[in-house]
């Protein structure tokens, strides 16, 4: 029908389209109007932290090699052969005190001593042989007074001759040197008694230096004798170093060590110093910390004192620690020995700073410290830094607590600029922390 009727299948396309245009016009009539936006200043989110004022603990930092407090150097006081070694007398073995390290044949000077002791024993007889030949040659001499007495009264009375007087006073004046004689003996005896004591406690001496004995815990170090090998007085046999305590002798800079007193009452530091109080004085609290990669092993120090010069350099200057019984203070996996060559860090903690203004010292730039006023607008305000320690700077004037410091980074930076600001709250606490000299 409807190819009979071309005219019917046109009429039929539209309903469609009138249908399309009447959802068209509802659609239009049913939406909003476009709203003209307003113009409205543009704001710029930042963190920003409240500036604290603290209690702050100055912190210096520096570096260094540890060193045993004490070095034993093993040089043979006699000649000879070594004839026995402790058995663990090897490079880095440690060798606990008055152990046997090493011993040199004795043969020679024991019989040093025999010889000596043999000595004194015979110079004991000769003197009481000398004391007996004294009382004999006493009595000797006081027959020959009593002769030659009788010979003078005869010769007097004309029945001795001069001749017989003569050698009777010959015979006393002999028996006065024959006493003579023997005193002189028995006053050398004592001298004698001295030399020969004293060869008796070299030889003493000598036999007690062939045996060497451990002065302390030590490890052992240049090692360089044997079984069987011969060595001569005065020839260094190995070191030893002391295990009880080490030292650093850490170099500081000087800019870091002054913040450590300031603020510090004047007193009489050489009489400090020259009365041995210098680690009261300068009331350090060091600490030793080793970088072992994945974690940080540390040690409580004890100060002991300043090296005596400064790295013309560097301009630092040394300042020692020590750690006591490092071997007791092991924790495996966590806390090595500190041993001798190991390059540590040393934080030097001074008396704590009461009421100073601390920032993030990324928050300083040039002297200018960015702050969020009453407004929420942007404020350049220049400041002074009385010093730097680590990720912190400490205000000495600029800013009061409280202020509210931006801390991002605004680039452009343009002072009166609208901001909206956000507490970092984890900022905040690693500042504080930071002041209490946790590096």
């Known amino acids: ?32 109007s476009p709203v003209k936006a307003e113009d409205g200043e543009p704001t710029k989110l930042v963190r920003i932290i409240e500036a604290p004022q603290l209690e702050l603990v100055p912190v210096a930092e520096g570096f260094g090699s540890i060193e045993p407090a004490r070095v034993w150097s093993a040089v043979a006081q006699v000649s000879g052969r070594i004839v026995e070694l402790h058995p663990r007398l090897r490079d880095g073995e440690i060798i606990s005190q008055e152990n046997l390290l090493f011993k040199i044949d004795p043969t020679d000077y024991e019989l040093n001593l025999a010889q000596a002791e043999a000595a004194l024993a ?43 007087v003569d050698d009777a006073e010959r015979n006393l004046l002999n028996s006065r040197n024959a006493v003579q004689n023997v005193k002189n003996n028995l006053a050398l005896i004592p001298t004698k008694r001295k030399v020969l004591q004293a060869q008796k406690t070299q030889a003493e001496r000598d036999l007690e230096n062939t045996s060497i004995y451990a002065p302390f815990n030590l490890r052992v170090a240049k090692m360089g004798i044997e079984v069987d090998q011969f060595v001569s007085k005065g020839e260094m046999l190995l070191e030893g170093d002391a295990v009880d305590r080490v030292e650093v002798i850490a170099r500081f800079p000087i800019s870091s060590l002054r913040r450590l007193f300031i603020g510090r ?29 994945t974690a940080i092993a540390d040690w409580d120090a004890e100060f002991v004192r300043f090296s005596d010069n400064v790295d013309p350099e560097t301009r630092t200057m040394g300042v020692v620690v020590a750690v006591d019984k490092p071997f007791e203070k092991v924790i495996p996996g966590l806390r090595p020995p500190l041993s001798k060559g190991m390059f540590v860090q040393v934080l030097l903690q001074g008396k704590p700073q009461q009421n100073r203004i601390v920032v993030p010292r990324a928050a300083v730039r040039n002297g200018i410290v960015y702050l969020a006023d009453d407004e929420n607008r942007l404020r350049r305000q220049p400041v002074e830094v009385l010093f730097n320690q680590g990720e912190i700077s400490i205000v000495s004037q600029g800013i009061e607590a409280g202020q509210r410091v931006v801390v991002s980074d ?21 500042v504080a922390r930071a002041a209490r000299g946790q590096l």
Request: proline share 4%; no cysteine.
């Open 1 to 32: 029908m409807l190819n009979k009727h071309p005219h019917l299948r046109k009429l039929l396309i539209l309903p469609p389209v009138v249908l399309g245009v009447l959802l068209l016009i509802l659609m239009a009539g049913n939406k909003e």
């Open 265 to 293: 009452e004047l007193s009489d530091i050489s009489g400090e110093i020259l009365d041995g109080k210098l680690a009261e004085f300068v009331a350090f609290k060091p600490q030793v910390r080793l970088d072992m990669g």
């Open 122 to 164: 015979e110079l004991d007889v000769e003197e009481t042989n000398a004391k007996a030949s004294l009382s004999i040659e006493q009595r000797s001499l006081k027959i020959a007074q009593r002769e030659l007495d009788r010979i003078k009264k005869l010769a007097a009375k004309g029945t001795a001759s001069q001749s017989d």
């Open 410 to 430: 605004l680039v452009p930076a343009v002072s009166g600029m609208l901001l909206q600001t956000e507490l970092d709250e984890s900022l905040t606490a690693s």
